[in-house]
């Protein structure tokens, strides 16, 4: 199973770290890990996906500068670290682990990414302006 932590409150401009850890499985046993955001009352959309043999990485244009994930193979674990928050990021933010391409990854639904791998609990960030 994947566990996210480090969710929260926070004003605009402030920086948050999830992280998600697997347990039962290593994450390099996948062909990607990633961070997903469902903003109250959209759908989940993929925002950072990692390659775990390459590191090759993709960014949501939306998060690109601001987010970074990176991943600690030692510690079974990837995270997200969140600079410059805005209202609009507020969300349930999910970490996933799928065998496809980082960049495909993303852009699953969430059926899918759940035959291909697995799925964490989620951890609410919100953002105040």
């Known amino acids: 199973q994947l566990m996210e932590s480090g969710g929260g409150m926070v004003q605009a401009g402030g920086s948050l770290r999830l992280s998600c850890t697997a347990s039962g499985f290593n994450l390099e046993d996948y062909w990607s890990i990633g961070w997903f955001r469902q903003a109250p009352g959209k759908g989940r959309e993929g925002i950072s996906c990692i390659s775990t043999t390459d590191s090759s990485t993709y960014y949501e244009d939306s998060v690109r500068g601001r987010f970074t994930m990176s991943r600690d193979n030692a510690k079974n674990t990837m995270y997200l670290q969140m600079n410059n928050l805005e209202p609009n990021d507020t969300g349930l933010y999910y970490c996933?682990?799928?065998?496809?391409?980082?960049?495909?990854?993303?852009?699953?639904?969430?059926?899918?990414?759940?035959?291909?791998?697995?799925w964490g609990q989620g951890t609410q960030v919100t953002v105040s302006a």
């Open positions: 996933a682990a799928a065998t496809a391409l980082e960049q495909a990854m993303c852009g699953m639904t969430t059926l899918r990414i759940r035959l291909l791998g697995h």
